[in-house]
């Protein structure tokens, strides 16, 4: 990894550490354990010159697996606030549709870097949007619409970079436009409420707009430089729910301030600067394996962007609640193993 990359990741993860600290110290014990393993498997995989061109030979089993992985967590996995999207193994709990991004972000990089002939421009979009469709079916069943999103724009960024003929993904977006009334009606109702509350915010404010109203507080609160570690109102009485994932902005904003939470998405835009930077350098190259590591970089950088984006955007209220977390600053060890695998397998 290049000090360029390196630099803006570790103070992304301290200041995500030390906002945990101010929220709960026990948390924060825990997010170090989980980064500690991350840095293991980054070393890992790094020493054994393990890179996503090797797992992408073997793509298409390891997207298969991943498929089966997230049917049975359907039926197996551990229900918690009426969701099944992880494993329960005592020790730890694994979230397969966390770890599937990258690879799916492998597989995908894979077709798009093999194919070569004119024709096959023609079939590829109804072959990758295929294979898009099934994990984000099985995702939005957990249900996990958020992520499901996610995994269906990556796919849609990696695409816009291929030669998959232009005019296919403008049709298709026209026909997902004309089709949003009709996905009204498969939408759960809490998704509904959210879109609702986002809409109108006066709309149920002691239920579905209560999460997003105390974010707003949060960040309000903490003004310019914010009202200091361990002293956020919304966050250590709990008056912001899951402050420690889905609003870690807010809670991050409510302790540091407005300079805080600048100096936050400067170091984000800084590593997508990084990221972008390492993809030019693919860009226009003729072999499959060069294509591969530009297709791998554009969508590994993608699924960062998008989580940040859609992260911050639902935290400044920009955007409806989704349940994304913020990559290197939320909680969780599944998120945060996922990235620094993702990061190992750069080239």
Do not use: C
Not at 235 to 256: I, K, N, W
Request: charged share 10%.
């Amino acid at each position: 990894m290049s000090f360029l990359l390196f630099l803006p990741l570790l103070f992304i993860y301290v200041f995500g550490l030390i906002n945990l600290v101010g929220i709960s110290p026990d948390l924060a014990f825990r997010h170090g354990v989980h980064f500690l393993t991350g840095v293991i498997l980054f070393f890992i995989v790094s020493k054994l010159k393990i890179r996503a061109h090797f797992l992408g030979i073997n793509a298409h089993v390891l997207y298969w697996i991943f498929i089966g992985l997230l049917m049975l967590v359907l039926f197996f996995g551990l229900e918690v606030k009426g969701s099944r999207r992880w494993f329960d193994f005592y020790f730890f709990q694994f979230q397969p549709s966390e770890f599937f991004k990258i690879f799916f972000i492998i597989f995908l990089a894979q077709i798009f870097s093999s194919y070569e002939r004119h024709l096959q421009k023609r079939t590829i979009f109804l072959k990758v949007l295929g294979y898009t469709l099934l994990p984000f079916i099985l995702i939005f069943r957990q249900p996990d619409l958020g992520s499901a999103i996610v995994i269906f724009l990556i796919s849609f960024v990696m695409m816009l970079h291929s030669d998959v003929p232009k005019r296919h993904i403008l049709s298709f977006i026209i026909f997902v436009f004309l089709l949003l009334p009709a996905i009204w009606f498969v939408l759960h109702d809490y998704q509904r409420d959210r879109i609702i509350s986002f809409i109108k915010p006066s709309y149920d404010l002691s239920g579905t707009s209560y999460n997003i109203t105390q974010a707003t507080i949060a960040i309000g609160s903490g003004k310019i430089l914010g009202r200091g570690l361990g002293l956020g109102k919304q966050s250590s009485l709990y008056f912001l729910p899951e402050a420690q994932t889905d609003f870690a902005f807010s809670s991050f904003v409510e302790q540091f301030g407005f300079l805080g939470g600048f100096i936050l998405i400067l170091l984000y835009l800084f590593l997508f600067l990084s990221l972008f930077r390492k993809a030019h350098k693919f860009l226009n190259q003729k072999d499959r394996t060069t294509k591969f590591y530009y297709y791998y970089t554009i969508g590994f950088s993608a699924l960062l962007v998008l989580q940040v984006a859609v992260n911050i955007g639902m935290n400044l209220r920009l955007l409806p609640i989704a349940g994304i977390t913020l990559p290197f600053v939320s909680y969780g060890g599944s998120s945060l193993l996922t990235l620094m695998l993702g990061l190992a397998l750069l080239p």
